[in-house]
């Protein structure tokens, strides 16, 4: 399993220097026929900002069609010139970047990987090219970029840059991978981009108005990619800069979220995707730390107002719409959202998939599991990404509407749905369904934790429900613990610990949820998990989750020092399913306590 592998081993030293070799002679193997490179080179205009911004016309309309759900259409423009045009080729790789990423099928991945790849090798000809032949000074002076403090014309930084964006999509794909093969892979690609990226940024800090200076796609593609690598590279755990080699390197998240705002005003070609990630990381990164939630809240409204205003219909800006209401707790808006993202797509399914899973995760929070489990069935008959998940979630659904043996036939068939992938590992989640059900055999299936709220609390669910909702989980838990759970120990029943501890930390955090007046009573229900910690011994995640909660539950209180100790605390765990996720989760917590601490100090 990849949590049992410590970042700083021999072992990943070993793998991180074969994996890079590897990645060095791979890209040595995309090389481009000697008469075909020859036919290129001859191609290649070097031109004046605007000429440029003349000549990608065509390209541009095929992002705005991508955005317009144009889908086919996009990519059949994309295609007319991606083998002989750098920034068609960068538009066919965020294409299937975008596919790839929403079914982690390989076949997805490693195309993506291959034409983002195969454009990084043609820039590096027209950047060859760029280098040595400069705009004449007649066209320099004619786009106003002539200056004795730009030391590069339009062409070298338009190339530079785009070589950037393909390191650093492919990057993105190997870090979501979440296996030590795709972090160290990551890392090789981060460090080349990061490093090419920091010189394009200087460049356009060097002029007075890079817009004058470089096309306006160049500028918005800085300011987008230096951007994206910002805030990736500011929210990575400790545990997985050590996996990607990446100390030592500065990023700052402000920087990072000031420069992506910048690309979405440009208005230029990058501009789409600017507003995609940067209401990505609003959207989602309070999900993982919901207690900072009213940190992100009104940018993330205001980014989904603004984005949807310039690209209404966008199936991928609908769809991040339904996470911002999901934030605010209205699940009932941010379902209706879901759907219209599914019917506004029309070439993309991987929005509908998308969309079914957070459909079901919507109709699971409220407890309405048959709706639930119709949207992970759809999912098993038809998406790639984890069909052991979506069995395992739907045979929950089943287990908690109450037929335990309809429920019990399909959990026993998770095992045969697992896929091993990325070196022969498996996925996170994977790994934490197939041990459940391991769990669950040992328990005849009688599973008095409540799996179905277990999913929940995993997922983050708590955070998004209102009181009604969160009124009924606690009544569930109540039952459960006032039953065959109401004694300190029994050892008649198998994990009793483990199973007493979760239904704690699932009522603990139900209630820190519920407001104010409950937080003496969450932290009272928290305690059994910490008391009883040793002897926790199936379900290995819950003392560092509890910890994690604890944290939380002290930042809300105002006790920022006892918050960052439960933080700290938590981080000493190793070796426990979704260690990764937490890590992540842990270092977005620390990382806002820091920033608060800088705020007051100032």
């Avoid at 036919?39 to 000549?55: D, L, N």
């Avoid at 610990?497 to 928290?526: C, P, R, W, Y």
């Avoid at 992540?584 to 620390?590: F, K």
């Amino acid at each position: 399993m990849m949590e049992e592998t410590p970042p700083d081993s021999p072992e990943i030293e070993r793998l991180r220097r074969d994996l890079e070799k590897n990645q060095d002679e791979e890209e040595e193997k995309i090389t481009f026929k000697k008469e075909d490179k020859k036919k290129i080179e001859e191609s290649i205009v070097v031109m004046s900002a605007r000429e440029q911004e003349i000549a990608d016309e065509e390209t541009y309309q095929g992002i705005l069609a991508f955005f317009q759900n144009r889908i086919l259409e996009a990519e059949a423009t994309f295609k007319k010139k991606s083998d002989v045009e750098p920034l068609s080729g960068l538009g066919l790789g965020a294409v299937v970047f975008l596919k790839a990423l929403m079914t982690f099928n390989e076949t997805d991945i490693q195309n993506a990987t291959q034409i983002l790849s195969t454009t990084r090798a043609l820039t590096g000809i027209y950047s060859n090219v760029y280098k040595t032949k400069p705009p004449s000074l007649a066209k320099r002076l004619l786009s106003l970029s002539f200056s004795s403090s730009d030391p590069v014309n339009n062409g070298e930084l338009r190339a530079t840059i785009i070589q950037a964006e393909c390191c650093t999509l492919i990057s993105i794909m190997q870090l979501l991978q979440e296996t030590i093969v795709g972090y160290v892979k990551a890392g090789w690609n981060l460090r080349r981009g990061y490093k090419e990226m920091s010189w394009a940024y200087q460049q356009i800090q060097k002029v007075e108005d890079p817009y004058q200076s470089y096309d306006v796609h160049t500028v918005t593609g800085v300011q987008f990619a230096f951007g994206v690598i910002n805030v990736l590279l500011a929210s990575l755990p400790p545990k997985i800069m050590k996996l990607v080699s990446f100390f030592g390197f500065s990023c700052d998240k402000e920087l990072g979220y000031d420069l992506l705002h910048k690309s979405f005003e440009g208005n230029g070609g990058r501009s789409p995707l600017a507003s995609l990630f940067l209401l990505a990381f609003y959207a989602l990164i309070p999900s993982f730390v919901p207690v900072f939630t009213h940190k992100y809240i009104e940018k993330a409204k205001d980014t989904s107002f603004q984005s949807l205003q310039r690209y209404p219909g966008s199936a991928l800006h609908v769809w991040l719409a339904g996470r911002v209401h999901r934030l605010t707790r209205d699940l009932d808006k941010s379902t209706d959202s879901f759907l219209r993202a599914v019917e506004a797509q029309i070439d993309f399914v991987q929005v509908k998939h998308l969309c079914f899973y957070d459909l079901g995760l919507n109709h699971m929070w409220k407890l309405e599991w048959n709706e639930a489990k119709s949207y992970f069935d759809k999912l098993i008959a038809e998406n790639y990404w984890s069909k052991a998940f979506y069995v395992y979630a739907s045979s929950v659904c089943i287990y908690m509407m109450g037929d335990k043996e309809k429920a019990v036939t399909q959990f026993r068939t998770v095992a045969s749905y697992v896929v091993r992938k990325y070196g022969g590992r498996t996925i996170s989640v994977e790994q934490f369904v197939v041990r459940k059900v391991k769990m669950m055999e040992d328990l005849s299936y009688d599973m008095g934790y409540l799996p179905g709220l277990e999913l929940i609390y995993l997922w983050n669910g708590y955070s998004c429900l209102q009181t009604p909702t969160l009124q009924q989980c606690l009544s569930l838990v109540n039952e459960s613990l006032s039953g065959k759970f109401s004694s300190p120990t029994n050892t008649e029943i198998p994990f009793y610990v483990d199973q007493k501890a979760m239904l704690h930390l699932i009522k603990s955090t139900i209630l820190a949820n519920m407001g104010e007046d409950k937080f003496d009573e969450a932290f009272d229900e928290i305690q059994f998990v910490f008391e009883n910690e040793e002897n926790i011994k199936g379900d290995t995640f819950i003392p560092p989750f509890a910890y994690y909660e604890l944290g939380s539950l002290y930042y809300t209180d105002g006790s920022i020092k006892e918050s960052r100790d439960a933080f700290n605390k938590s981080k000493e765990f190793s070796k426990f399913n979704f260690e990764f996720r937490l890590a992540l989760r842990l270092q977005l917590a620390i990382m806002e306590l820091n920033r608060e601490g800088t705020a007051k100090s100032k």
